[in-house]
């Protein structure tokens, strides 16, 4: 006797639908799975739970991200630092502080080795970031910053950030000085950046701007319901601050 089986396709342990979004924030989640576990066996329905808002299964992953260029005398590290916000008796929230990118600059000790111990930091802003897009194949600029301004230790530390063409023209440097008399340090740390480096990081800069300001976030908070009134002349709250309602 001949017996014949037809088997049904065995479908995918899990399935993922990711929604991403380059920056956390405590409004929105960074990454969004969309998790569904198909198993072949049966579950007592006492051992069944469901996720609660507060459990693990429902908190997003976290994710870090940078960029590097390592050179034979130093290494640079770009890291995003989110916006911080601030609630608003309304219940809305506004942006209390915009975010930045962390520019981490290590010394080589060695043949592809850093002394990330000795690293250096200097927090590029917005406005900082746009003169580096800005820049020509011959143009330069230097940032200072003072951690401790209108603090009891201003000029204590000095943060001085240049970037200046190279002689061949093959990019820029990038030079950071630091001297800090809390800690007795008085370092200097060069590292120079191709033009194709300079593009990559033009690109990032161009990318990450609008989350860095919190652009983002008001755009995904955006409801149909919500935006209805905004161009009409009857809500007070935005018809004055439309130009074309006057």
Not at 3 to 13: A, I
Not at 56 to 72: D, F, T
Not at 110 to 137: C, H, N, P
């Amino acid at each position: 006797m001949l017996l014949k089986l037809s088997l049904p396709m065995p479908s995918p342990l899990l399935s993922f639908s990711q929604n991403f979004i380059p920056f956390s924030h405590p409004f929105k989640p960074l990454l969004t799975f969309n998790n569904s576990v198909k198993c072949r066996h049966s579950q007592p329905t006492s051992q069944a739970a469901t996720p609660t808002p507060h459990s693990v299964e429902a908190l997003p992953p976290r994710v870090y991200v940078n960029h590097s260029i390592y050179k034979g005398k130093a290494a640079l590290t770009l890291t995003p630092r989110p916006p911080e916000f601030a609630p608003l008796e309304s219940g809305a929230f506004k942006v209390s502080k915009e975010g930045h990118v962390l520019l981490q600059f290590a010394p080589a000790v060695g043949l592809r080795q850093y002394d990330w111990e000795r690293k250096q930091i200097f927090s590029l802003s917005v406005g900082e970031m746009g003169t580096i897009i800005s820049l020509g194949a011959r143009d330069s600029c230097e940032f200072f910053h003072d951690p401790s301004k209108g603090k009891s230790d201003e000029g204590k530390v000095r943060k001085v950030l240049k970037v200046e063409p190279l002689p061949d023209g093959s990019g820029h440097s990038f030079k950071l000085s630091v001297q800090n008399k809390l800690v007795n340090v008085d370092e200097n740390i060069y590292i120079p950046v191709t033009k194709a480096e300079i593009a990559v990081l033009s690109s990032i800069f161009n990318f990450i701007i609008p989350y860095l300001i919190g652009w983002n976030t008001f755009t995904n908070s955006i409801k149909p319901d919500e935006s209805i009134g905004v161009n009409s002349n009857s809500n007070p709250r935005y018809g004055g601050d439309y130009e074309w309602n006057r």
